[in-house]
Nanobody, 129 residues
Framework: QVRLVESGGGLVQPGGSLRLSCAVS????????VGWFRQAPGKEREGISC????????TYANSVKGRFTISRDNAKNTVYLQMNSLKPEDTAVYYC??????????????????????WGQGTQVTVSS
């Protein structure tokens, strides 16, 4: 049974850091792309980063480029999102999701939620002083 479980969210001050984890069960990460999405109240779900395939190709949305880093530990079947220099506008529920690598390999397809078949339950990140 495929399962994705996020952890690591919480309350942090502006300028602070958090690391989110996405533990993946019953999938081989080399065959999938794992993306991070976020959704703030009243806003659409936004794709912010993805790591995919055996070459661990990484992509980022402009809104997080240079501040967030996605990585993967194949031994633990876990994907991480290191978030630095956090801003109040980063406040959202953060989700990880998995898609077959062929569906997220081209252009901006990695950022489109409908390409992903499996989703975690989400973890809240709040950036506030």
């Amino acid at each position: 049974q495929v399962r994705l479980v996020e952890s690591g969210g919480g309350l942090v001050q502006p300028g602070g850091s958090l690391r989110l984890s996405c533990a993946v069960s019953a999938l081989t990460l080399d065959d999938y792309g794992v993306g991070w999405f976020r959704q703030a109240p009243g806003k659409e779900r936004e794709g912010i980063s993805c790591i995919s395939g055996s070459e661990e190709r990484t992509t980022y949305a402009n809104s997080v480029k240079g501040r967030f880093t996605i990585s993967r530990d194949n031994a633990k079947n876990t994907v991480y999102l290191q978030m630095n220099s956090l801003k109040p506008e980063d406040t959202a529920v953060y989700y990880c999701a998995a898609a077959e690598v062929s569906l997220v390999a081209h252009g901006m397809s990695w950022s489109e939620a409908w390409n992903y078949d499996y989703w975690g339950q989400g973890t809240q990140v709040t950036v506030s002083s």
